[in-house]
């Protein structure tokens, strides 16, 4: 939601508050048609019985409410997106609500509270549309997995591959999704990129020096997807690859190196 609806719907909600009637303000708005239902939603919250949902049925409820938001031939954007924001808002305000959202920010995969965390991030991407928003989010997710993972071996747990392949899967969308920005963020966004797979790369050296002889095994095809990434992310940027004394190399770009950058 812009910040313009958003302010929109808070002097709704204040009026309601105050016990006078939104639609004064809403009367000579024209995005009222987009707000009444948030307004709608609001309204039924106050009268649900406090929920301890489980992480499969928040999924499931995502699943549906994404399902029934889908664009259809017979829907009008406008509606489409009113319809979008308020799935986000409804998920959100119950999560908050639980109380599980914050809690669950620091969870891995076995904790209880991870499925709310997972939750969070489909409503998160669910309700952006802008292409650099959801840009952003999967460079936070990617980010995220591969922090999960360096705490799961942390502790002792081993080498979580599904998260690897979840933080490559992300990056590559990242870097998929980005020349098709508008020109003025697509640099700025296509060096955060190349700044993530640079540094996912290094974590993984990393995590690889700690790691035994199985744990090596595992890592060793999804360091090379790694590497392959940050390759991909470096051409995007750059039209050559700084890690590799400045000319396009092999898959497998070693390690960043200051000195050797092209200038």
């Known amino acids: ?6 302010e929109l719907l808070d002097r709704c909600l204040q009026a309601r508050r105050e016990g006078r009637d939104p639609e004064e303000v809403l009367r000579s708005d024209p995005a009222a048609a987009e707000v009444r239902p948030l307004l709608t939603l ?11 949902p489980t992480g499969e049925a928040m999924t499931q409820l995502a699943a549906r409410i994404a399902a029934e938001s889908a664009p259809r031939t017979s829907r009008r954007p406008v509606v489409r997106r009113a319809l979008a924001w308020a799935a986000g808002i409804l998920l959100s305000i119950i999560l908050i609500g639980w109380g599980g959202s ?6 891995t995969p076995g904790d209880a509270l991870y499925p709310v965390k997972m939750l969070t991030e489909r409503v998160r991407m669910f309700a952006t549309f802008s292409k650099e928003g959801r840009v952003e989010l999967r460079i936070v997710f990617s980010e995220e997995r591969l922090k ?16 690897l392949k979840e933080m490559l899967d992300e990056a590559k969308a990242a870097i998929d999704a980005t020349p098709a920005l508008a020109p003025d963020s697509r640099n700025l966004i296509a060096t955060r990129v190349s700044s993530m797979t640079s540094y996912q790369k290094a974590a993984l050296s990393e995590l690889n020096l700690r790691a035994n002889a199985d744990e090596k095994a ?9 590497s392959e990434q940050c390759m991909a992310a470096c051409l995007m ?8 004394s400045g000319m396009p190399g092999p898959a497998t770009c070693p390690m960043p190196s200051m000195g050797n950058e092209k200038k």
């Open 1 to 6: 939601m812009t910040p313009e609806r958003e």
């Open 42 to 52: 609001a309204s039924e919250l106050k009268s649900l019985p406090p929920a301890e």
């Open 102 to 107: 914050a809690a669950s920010a620091g969870a």
């Open 148 to 163: 999960e993972a360096v705490r799961m071996h942390a502790n002792g747990k081993g080498i979580d591959t599904d998260l």
């Open 218 to 226: 595992k890592l060793a095809p999804i360091m090379t997807k790694c």
């Open 237 to 244: 940027l750059y039209g050559y690859c700084p890690h590799c």
